[in-house]
Every structure is written in structure tokens, then in C-alpha cells.
């Protein structure tokens, strides 16, 4: 069975730093593009940070400087490195990727969660 399998959350306090890790599980050809996504309590879900197969990034304001997204091929495993991290970053983080079973087909999966919480 396919799936993303994430770790890496906890409690941290401000000004910290934590390391998310999201690694695709199962029969897997290769890992196309795979980003990072938050949703805090009554907030919508939102894109924290992307990157492509030609390692290129993208990342949200709030989080730029301090979010590093990173990713290795051989381990299909996708990173986010989070510093400086401030209260209002507390959200349960959810990664996101398009796997490829085999070299023809495909489809973006869901990690299950991880929650992260930024409180002294």
C-alpha cells in the first residue's frame, strides 16, 4: 500500500526548532513534487512550503528565512526544517506529494498529521 508516513512533531518552545520528515512507504517508482501544508484550529489548511523534481522551492511569507524544505530522492523522503520558530506557527503540518507507483501512473497522497506546538 502506498502512503506518506510523517514524524518529526512535538512541543518546542519559541525561538526553537523541530524537523519534519514525510516518507513514502510501499512499491514506489519515484516522488514527483511534495510540499508542506498547516491548518490550525479554526483556520483553514494552508501551503507552507512546495518543491519540485528539479529542486526548486517555494514558500509562504510567513514562514521565509526561518522554513527550509528539502527533499532526497534515493531515501523518497521529504523534509521540512523549521527555525525560529514562533507561536503562531502551532498547527498540525500535513505533507504532501505525488507518488508514482510505477513510471506511468501516479497521484498526490496525504500524510496523516503531525502535530506541532510552539509554547514556552
Known amino acids: 500500500q502506498v502512503q506518506l508516513v510523517e514524524s518529526g512533531g512535538g512541543l518546542v518552545q519559541p525561538g526553537g526548532s523541530l524537523r519534519l520528515s514525510c516518507a513514502a512507504s510501499g512499491t514506489i517508482f519515484s516522488v514527483g513534487a511534495g510540499g508542506w501544508y498547516r491548518q490550525a484550529p479554526g483556520k483553514q489548511r494552508e501551503l507552507v512550503a512546495e518543491i519540485f523534481t528539479g529542486g526548486s522551492t517555494y514558500y509562504a511569507e510567513s514562514v521565509k528565512g526561518r522554513f527550509t524544505i528539502s527533499r532526497d530522492n534515493a531515501k523518497k523522503t521529504v523534509y521540512l526544517q523549521m527555525n525560529s520558530l514562533k507561536p503562531e506557527d502551532s498547527a498540525v503540518y500535513y505533507c504532501?506529494?505525488?507518488?508514482?507507483?510505477?513510471?506511468?501512473?501516479?497521484?498526490?497522497?496525504w500524510g496523516q498529521g503531525t502535530q506541532v506546538t510552539v509554547s514556552s
Open positions: 504532501n506529494a505525488n507518488l508514482r507507483p510505477t513510471a506511468l501512473t501516479s497521484g498526490w497522497y
